[in-house]
C-alpha cells in the first residue's frame, strides 16, 4: 500500500508539473519585451535601448550650388533649390532611392533660389526666387501658381499641404490657399522677410525681417495678432506644429522665445555669436539654434540645454518633429547629428572638405536627412544597431500571462492529490 500511495502522488506530481510547464511555454506568445513593461526601470530600458548611426545612400551632382534643401515627412522626397550665379536657377526633385525625378527653371538668369519647401505628403514643393518669382509646383513638374508681383525669399507650406506663406525682399508677405487655388491676402513688412514658418493646419504663422519685427498672423486676417520688435534684422523664426511656441533669432545677438498668446518674450538671451539658424520639434520642447560661431545650441521652453562646438560657421540646423534628432553642417563640409539628450555627437561625417554645407533638412522622426553642399545633395538614412539583451534581463523583464490558467492547474493539482491520499486511507481504515 505504501508503494501504491507513492506511486499516485509521484504520478499526480508529475502531470501537474507537465501541464503547467506546457502552459507556461504556450503563455510566452503573451510576453512582452523589457522597454514595455513598466516595472523595469529607466536604466534598465536603456542598457536595451537601440543606438543610432547614418549612412550615406546616395549623392547627387548639381549643376548648380543647392542653397536650400527640404524633405517629406516620411523622407521619400527631396527637394532643393539651387544656385548659379548666372545661369538657371532650377528647383530639383529627387525621392530616396536615388532616382533624380525633374528639375524645374523658375526663370531668369541671375539671383538663386533661396527657400525651397515640400508638403509632408511630398505632393507640392514650393520655391521663393529672389530675384523673381514666388512658384508652387507639384510633384509631377506642374506649376500650379506663379505671383510676379514679388520677389521671393522665404516660404513655407503648412503640413497639411493646403497652405503657402511666402515673404519678399521688399517687405511683401503673402498668404495662399492650395486646394481652392486662391491668393488669400498680402502684408506689407516695410523691408525684406527673411523668414517665415507655419503652423501644421495653416491656422497660424509668424515671420521676421529686417525691420527687427518678429509677427504673429492668423490665415483669417492680414491684420497682425501681435507683433514684436526686437534689437535688430530678424534672421530666423521658427513655430511649433499647433502654432502655440515661436522662437526666433537676430542679427544683433539675441535670440527669444514666445508662446502665440503675447507679444512678451518667455525669454530672451544675449549671445556672443548671431543665430543664424533656428529650428523648433512639433511640441515646441525643444529649441535648436546655429551659430555663426560654428556653436549649435539646443534650449528647453525654460531656456536650459546644452551647446557643442562644431569649429566653424554654421548656415543651418534642423530638428525632427518628435525633437529627438538635430542635424546642422558647417562651413568646413563637416554635417552633424545629435540626440536631444546629449551635446555628444551620434554621427559625424565630411561632405566635401571646406566646402560650405549650405542647408540641411531631416524628416519627421530623424530617419533620414538630407545636406547641400558643394553643387551636391547628399542623402542619409539611419541605420540602427541593438546589443544583443542579456537573457538573465530578459527572463526577469518577461511580462507574465494576463489569464489564471497556471493557478486553475496547480489548484486542481493540489486537489488531486487530496482526493487520492483521502481515498488511501479510507480504504486502509476498511482493511
Known amino acids: 500500500m505504501k508503494f501504491k500511495l507513492k506511486t499516485l502522488l509521484l504520478v499526480s506530481l508529475f502531470t501537474i508539473l507537465a501541464m503547467t510547464s506546457v502552459v507556461s511555454l504556450s503563455s510566452l506568445n503573451n510576453c512582452k519585451p523589457v522597454w514595455n513593461i513598466p516595472i523595469i526601470s529607466s536604466s534598465l530600458k536603456n542598457k536595451l535601448s537601440t543606438s543610432a548611426s ?62 525651397v519647401d515640400i508638403s509632408a505628403d511630398g505632393v507640392y514643393i514650393a ?45 511683401q508677405i503673402m498668404l495662399y490657399e492650395i486646394l481652392n487655388e486662391n491668393f488669400i491676402w498680402s502684408y506689407d513688412a516695410d523691408d525684406r522677410v527673411q523668414d517665415v514658418d507655419i503652423s501644421e493646419n495653416g491656422k497660424y504663422f509668424v515671420t521676421g525681417d ?35 511656441y515661436i522662437a526666433a ?36 520642447e525643444n529649441i535648436v539654434f546655429g551659430y555663426a560661431s560654428g556653436q549649435i545650441q539646443l534650449r528647453n521652453k525654460t531656456g536650459l540645454g546644452w551647446s557643442y562646438s562644431t569649429g566653424a560657421p554654421i ?20 554635417v552633424y547629428v545629435f540626440k536631444n539628450s546629449s551635446s555628444s555627437p551620434i554621427f559625424k561625417t565630411s561632405t566635401m572638405a571646406g566646402q560650405d554645407v549650405l542647408s540641411v533638412a531631416i524628416n519627421k522622426n530623424g530617419s533620414y536627412f538630407a545636406a547641400g553642399a558643394a553643387q551636391r545633395v ?3 538614412s539611419m541605420k540602427t544597431s541593438e546589443e544583443p539583451p542579456n537573457p538573465l534581463i530578459l527572463l526577469l523583464a518577461l511580462q507574465q500571462p494576463e489569464s489564471n490558467t497556471i493557478w486553475i492547474i496547480l489548484g486542481i493539482g493540489v486537489t488531486v492529490i487530496i482526493v487520492v491520499i483521502m481515498v488511501v486511507v479510507i480504504k486502509r481504515k476498511r482493511k
Open 54 to 115: 547614418y549612412e550615406n545612400l546616395w549623392v547627387y551632382l548639381m549643376s548648380e550650388a543647392p542653397y536650400s534643401v527640404a524633405i517629406s515627412a516620411n523622407g521619400t522626397y527631396i527637394a532643393a533649390g539651387g544656385y548659379s550665379g548666372f545661369a538657371s536657377r532650377d528647383v530639383f526633385l529627387f525621392n530616396s532611392t536615388h532616382n533624380f525625378l525633374w528639375s524645374y527653371d523658375v526663370g531668369g538668369t541671375l539671383g538663386y533660389i533661396n527657400d
Open 315 to 334: 548656415r543651418s540646423v534642423d530638428i525632427s518633429a518628435d525633437g529627438q534628432y538635430i542635424v546642422t553642417g558647417n562651413d568646413n563640409g563637416d
Open 378 to 380: 547628399f542623402f542619409y
Open 249 to 284: 533669432s537676430t542679427d544683433n545677438v539675441r535670440i527669444y522665445f514666445f508662446e502665440n498668446t503675447s507679444s512678451t518674450p518667455v525669454w530672451d538671451y544675449g549671445t556672443a555669436f548671431d543665430a543664424v539658424s533656428v529650428a523648433i520639434s512639433a511640441d515646441g
Open 210 to 244: 529686417d525691420n527687427n519685427n518678429v509677427t504673429l498672423f492668423d490665415k483669417d486676417s492680414s491684420t497682425p495678432i501681435w507683433n514684436y520688435t526686437t534689437n535688430g534684422d530678424v534672421l530666423s523664426v521658427a513655430m511649433s506644429a499647433d502654432g502655440r
Open 127 to 171: 520655391a521663393a526666387d529672389d530675384t523673381s518669382d514666388v512658384v508652387l509646383l507639384n510633384r509631377t513638374d506642374q506649376e500650379m501658381w506663379r505671383n510676379t508681383t514679388y520677389d521671393g525669399y522665404s516660404i513655407k507650406i503648412s503640413e497639411d499641404g493646403n497652405y503657402v506663406v511666402a515673404g519678399d525682399t521688399n517687405g
